[in-house]
């Protein structure tokens, strides 16, 4: 065994470990999946429910005119957005462009500001 080897950590310190941006916009890309994944059937109940009926649709204007629930579907904004910012990033990634670190940095950082951006401007004009 080498003396380097010796000398490795025996477990990992999340909380020291500097994550870059591109690297956070990734986890967030997958995190933001998940939400939209898991909301999927909450967003489908809504759809349902609002078409049933003249009756059925009051009752989901009053439901979603709730704050709480706004702010489940202000998440849901964020998450689409930034999920689709992103994705186009990563197939650009894909295609060989803005692959060097600064385009890379860059991109990754205009991915955090246009999805919080637009969820903001969005969710003012439809709170």
């Not at 609002?50 to 489940?72: D, R, W």
């Not at 849901?76 to 930034?82: G, I, P, R, V």
């Amino acid at each position: 065994m080498t003396a380097a080897a010796k000398r490795r950590p025996k477990h990992l310190d999340l909380a020291k470990i500097r994550l870059p941006m591109p690297g956070f916009v990734s986890i967030l890309h997958r995190v933001s999946g998940a939400l939209m994944f898991l909301l999927v059937p909450l967003v489908l109940y809504l759809l349902d429910r609002s078409l049933a009926s003249a009756e059925s649709f009051a009752g989901m204007a009053a439901f979603v005119g709730h704050p709480l629930t706004k702010l489940v579907l202000l998440g849901l904004l964020w998450a689409f957005l930034h999920h689709l910012f992103a994705g186009i990033r990563f197939l650009l990634l894909d295609l060989h462009m803005g692959s060097d670190l600064a385009a890379a940095r860059n991109s990754s950082a205009a991915v955090l500001v246009l999805s919080l951006i637009l969820t903001v401007i969005l969710g003012v004009k439809l709170w």
